[in-house]
């Protein structure tokens, strides 16, 4: 996500607390907290006060007494390759949480692509597991991060969608295919969308002609 324009952020040097790879070219970066938050909310992040920060989903449970966000490298990018290189004790330049894109205690769908999870495992670890249905999309079988600790809690509730690769257990096709085979959504759930752009407009457009209320539909969008 990239910080929208005419938005002032201020951020704070934290120190990196752990940088790890949890899969390849995806890291899971810790740092100390910039203060109280909702899960759900998001910071700006970046490695110097002269390279232009970005948005990303806290991935992190809100009693914890750091924080967490999930990135992708991307190639010849100016943030997250330098983001890559960050151990134990650097600096890194935070703001405070904000964002609207709460998580709650209502019963909802948890819908996801890519990186786009993050912020439903932050709700996962401010514990609004209870009636909710995780449903994840990715391309290859190494995208569904923190799968181990998913299953055993949701069960038949966590379907992974995978468009390019096949496995146990895993649903073959995107993740917008799964939900327009799917005939018995109940309207009065939340559905929260945490992705791509394609992803996201496809979704809400699939759920709205299945008969979801428009406003029982949140979004938040990854560039």
């Given at each position: 996500?990239?910080i929208?324009?005419?938005e ?8 990196v ?5 949890i ?18 909310q ?7 006060p ?17 924080m ?27 703001s ?30 401010s ?29 038949e ?16 096709g ?42 029982n539909i ?6």
């Amino acid at each position: 996500m990239m910080i929208p324009e005419n938005e002032q952020v201020v951020l704070h040097k934290k120190k990196v607390i752990a940088n790890r790879e949890i899969s390849p070219g995806v890291f899971y970066l810790t740092f100390d907290k910039t203060g109280d938050f909702v899960a759900g909310q998001t910071v700006a992040a970046g490695v110097t006060p002269e390279i232009e920060p970005r948005l990303y989903s806290l991935a992190s449970g809100t009693q914890a007494k750091t924080m967490s966000i999930l990135y992708i490298v991307v190639e010849g990018g100016a943030l997250t390759p330098k983001m890559a290189e960050l151990k134990k004790g650097d600096k890194l330049y935070v703001s405070k949480a904000f964002g609207t894109f709460y998580g709650s205690a209502w019963p909802s769908y948890w819908i996801a692509s890519g990186t786009g999870i993050a912020p439903y495992y932050s709700m996962f670890h401010s514990g609004l597991t209870k009636d909710k249905v995780l449903i994840h999309g990715g391309r290859t079988l190494d995208s569904f991060y923190f799968a181990d600790e998913f299953k055993p809690l949701f069960g038949e509730n966590y379907i992974r969608c995978c468009s390019r690769e096949s496995g146990d257990g895993v649903y073959e096709g995107r993740l917008t295919q799964y939900l327009q085979e799917k005939n018995d959504l109940p309207p009065d759930y939340k559905y929260y969308l945490c992705g791509s752009s394609e992803m996201v407009v496809e979704a809400r457009d699939i759920l709205i002609n299945k008969g979801i209320p428009f406003q029982n539909i949140l979004a938040e969008i990854y560039f």
